[in-house]
């Protein structure tokens, strides 16, 4: 008898057997060892660990070409034929640089969505212009290595330490530049208005060089291409120094050119008006836009010689979706192109734009919504700002004239913010320049529509949309947690458990309750409410310690931005509860807390598919969606979540008493906000809580530092913006049901069931078609595409 199969084999034979469906292991064999010597120039003697994935990723990368190129052919053959409805040309051209270091945006799930959309990672349909790499591993912030019970540690330890990750330094396996494609992008410069039209002129150019990566469909031959900018000096660049003895320094000088896409901004949910941010920006959709164009021109549609009439079909054959407002400039930029260089009248270039443009917002939160100073796009971009002055002034023209003398309705709904230093509104002018509008899951569509775009929404109900995020079923089910079927939860967490003996030497009782928050550290997501929690519990067994408690293992994970004080002081406070609770002998294993450093997507991969407990405790009416909330439930957590972002939704479809809600809604928190929130009252009336804030605050969990923590402490007593004392009595209450279902595990199961049974609504291919049929206006095309060895 052979041994049982391992997940690992079950696995390595999936994937064989994929690549194995249209040649056999003999060939693939074959290739990988061509490669191995002729593309990486090694023997098995020298190859190292790197050597034999390069080698396999070429492998697999042949397979993908002739579909890819097929793909590409279809596309060009059929797109004339299909009518209006018909398969639109994924002319996807990516507003997102290739940043060559990178750091950790794309973390959180708006970033997951944006590397990775075209295989449905979440539901976000189309490139941020963020500069990001999100696809790939970010820069691997890590967060020091915390061992409970370890005594070798340094008594001090930093919260979070970051460290560079040149991601790029073997280069790519899996990308193709195409120097070929390379775009000119301008910036600075001046306008001149001349009898000939509008000239920018006296510019600095950079060029921006694609690369591209295939993304194959799932099991339908399909391939379809992400393209990544890369920013490039121009070989002529400064080199008119070079005559004064310059030519060093002009030579050094095309490094300041090309830094434009060599880092990305690491926040999650905070904007930072940074000029190299909208240099980023404006360099991907510049980039994008031409690229568009150039392969609208190119196709049969938009290449007759009336090529002023086509460019007014191009919303029939191309969508653009401003995935949040970083790629914004996109409307005044097609704009500019329209106008200035194919000589269109205003009116025609506007219908064009609004057509083709669609906007998603993301969050609510003021300090994450992009709002540009004026002084900073005059000098950058002259031409741009004056178009979206133009587009100003038409819009509140014809506001001006639905409200007539409402000149407070006009200051609300400007484009420009008047101020110390004016400011370009981004979200304004992405739905002013948009012909549909849309939040990430209903009750955020729902706020966005009463609250901060209530007056568009008043003008232009119709825009007003919602399509409620999704997450990829291949990615978070079918590959992470192939032994779901078969009788899981055991499995994982022992899987777990050792992985996390292993990696970092720490025990946990995979008997106990697997409690589990990992995403972005942010006040709103209220790690924070977390913690009091675990002190709580905490302070209930040492004071009885012979009850029977539920025994649990509390781990968070995820990075700070590396500017965000506040969260990587969090973070210090998690791994402080966690030194002293592990090593507390009274507790035993029935309380731990583990911080999971280097929270990332392969992470995820592991602790998801292990969890028992999923918690998505944001303020109601802070979190747009989420996605973390949807992947625990598709692989068998139970939530505990308060009535915000998609949590509403998934208690829709799993029904109510099959989650454990708890907690203020939006209405609640407007309400508290209307009063007043006091902090200091619920410390005072609630004695639980008032221990656990005079622990953090005494020193009992930093005695090195007894005052460390006081600027959290004064922070969540004083100037709380996410209200964590309001919800912890009910948040306890909820916990202490949880406990109790724990105990039960015939019930929790059930419970479990009723989540996946009910999750089917979260899968990113129904987001996906959402967006398509109702905001792009296709429908998916029923042509099947031959593999390449098939006759054509
Ligand atoms: C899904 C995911 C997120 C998003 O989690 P939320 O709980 O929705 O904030 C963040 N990081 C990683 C690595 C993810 O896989």
Request: net charge positive.
């Amino acid at each position: 008898m052979s041994k049982p199969l391992t997940d690992q084999d079950r696995r390595k034979q999936i994937s064989v057997r994929g690549l194995a469906g249209v040649e056999n292991v003999a060939d693939l064999k074959t290739n990988f060892n061509r490669h191995l010597h002729f593309t990486l120039v090694k023997d098995r003697n020298v190859a190292t660990r790197r050597d034999y994935y390069f080698a396999l990723a070429n492998t697999v990368r042949d397979h993908l070409v002739g579909r890819w190129i097929r793909t590409q052919q279809h596309y060009y053959d059929k797109d004339p034929k299909v009518s209006r409805k018909g398969c639109r040309s994924p002319v996807r051209t990516h507003a997102r640089a290739r940043a060559r270091a990178h750091s950790g945006e794309g973390e959180g799930g708006g970033g997951r969505g944006v590397g990775l959309f075209c295989r449905r990672e979440t539901a976000i349909p189309f490139a941020r212009a963020r500069a990001c790499i999100s696809a790939c591993e970010p820069l691997s912030a890590s967060i020091y290595r915390h061992f409970p019970g370890s005594s070798s540690l340094p008594r001090i330890v930093p919260p979070q330490v970051e460290e560079a990750d040149d991601w790029l330094r073997y280069g790519n396996p899996w990308e193709k530049a195409r120097p070929e494609y390379m775009r000119p992008v301008h910036f600075y410069g001046r306008v001149e208005h001349t009898a000939e039209g509008v000239k920018w002129v006296d510019t600095q150019v950079v060029l921006a060089l694609p690369y591209d990566t295939p993304v194959p469909g799932y099991r339908n031959n399909i391939v379809n291409t992400m393209r990544l900018w890369s920013a490039k000096a121009p070989c002529e660049f400064n080199l008119k120094d070079f005559n004064v003895g310059g030519y060093i320094q002009a030579v050094l000088d095309r490094n300041l050119a090309e830094n434009i896409s060599r880092v990305l901004y690491p926040n999650d949910n905070f904007f930072e008006g940074k000029e190299l941010r909208l240099k980023q920006e404006y360099f991907v959709v510049a980039a994008t836009l031409q690229d568009i164009i150039r392969r609208f021109k190119a196709s049969k549609f938009g290449s007759t010689e009336y090529v002023r009439m086509d460019l007014s079909t191009m919303p029939e054959k191309v969508a653009i979706q401003l995935n949040d407002t970083h790629p914004a400039l996109a409307i005044p930029e097609l704009m500019r192109i329209l106008v200035d260089t194919e000589k269109l009248s205003w009116e025609e270039a506007w219908d064009i734009v609004t057509r083709t443009c669609a906007y998603t917002n993301h969050t609510v939160l003021p300090e994450a919504l992009e709002r540009w100073p004026v002084d900073l796009f005059q000098n950058l971009l002259p031409r741009h700002l004056e178009i979206i002055y133009e587009i100003n002034r038409r819009h509140l023209e014809r506001i001006s004239k639905l409200y007539p003398g409402d000149h407070d309705r006009l200051r609300r709904m400007s484009l420009i913010e008047e101020g110390d230093a004016k400011k370009i509104n981004m979200a304004h002018l992405c739905i002013v320049g948009s012909h549909a509008v849309n939040g990430v899951a209903r009750i955020h569509s729902e706020i966005i529509r009463n609250t901060v775009f209530k007056d568009f929404y008043e003008v232009d109900p119709e825009k007003f949309q919602n399509k409620t995020n999704g997450i990829t079923p291949r990615r978070w089910l079918v590959m992470c947690n192939p032994g779901l079927a078969d009788v899981i939860a055991e499995e994982n967490k022992m899987k777990f458990a050792a992985h996390l003996e292993e990696q970092y030497k720490v025990k946990i009782n995979p008997n106990s309750m697997f409690d589990v928050q990992v995403k972005r550290i942010h006040e709103y997501k209220r790690q924070l409410l977390n913690c009091l929690h675990i002190i709580t519990m905490y302070n209930r067994i040492k004071k009885e310690p012979n009850k029977a408690w539920t025994p649990r293992t509390v781990m968070i994970g995820g990075k700070a931005a590396p500017g965000y004080h506040t969260a990587k002081m969090i973070i210090k406070l998690i791994t402080s509860i966690g030194d002293i609770v592990n090593n507390d002998p009274v507790v035993g294993d029935r309380l731990k807390v583990i911080y999971l450093e280097n929270y990332r997507v392969t992470l995820a991969e592991k602790v998801i598919p292990a969890s028992d407990l999923s918690e998505q405790i944001s303020t109601a009416g802070t979190e747009a969606s989420g996605t973390g909330n949807m992947k625990f439930m598709l692989n068998g957590a139970l939530t505990i979540g308060t009535m915000d972002g998609a949590n509403v939704e998934m208690a829709e479809e799993a029904g109510e008493e099959n989650l454990f809600i708890f907690g203020m809604r939006v209405h609640d928190v407007e309400a508290l906000d209307k009063k007043g929130y006091d902090a200091v009252s619920y410390y005072n009336r609630i004695p639980e809580l008032k221990l656990a804030m005079d622990q953090i605050s005494g020193g009992f969990f930093s005695p090195s530092q007894p005052g460390l923590f006081k600027d959290l402490v004064n922070m969540l007593m004083h100037h709380d913006r996410f209200k964590v004392f309001a919800d912890y009595e009910d948040y306890i209450k909820c916990q202490e049901k949880v406990s109790a279902l724990y105990k039960n595990p015939k019930e929790w199961t059930q419970m479990v069931i009723r989540n996946i049974a009910g999750c089917g609504k979260f899968s990113s291919d129904r987001t996906i078609s959402e967006y398509a049929r109702e905001i792009w206006g296709i429908e998916p095309s029923l042509e099947k595409i031959a593999a390449p060895d098939d006759p054509r």
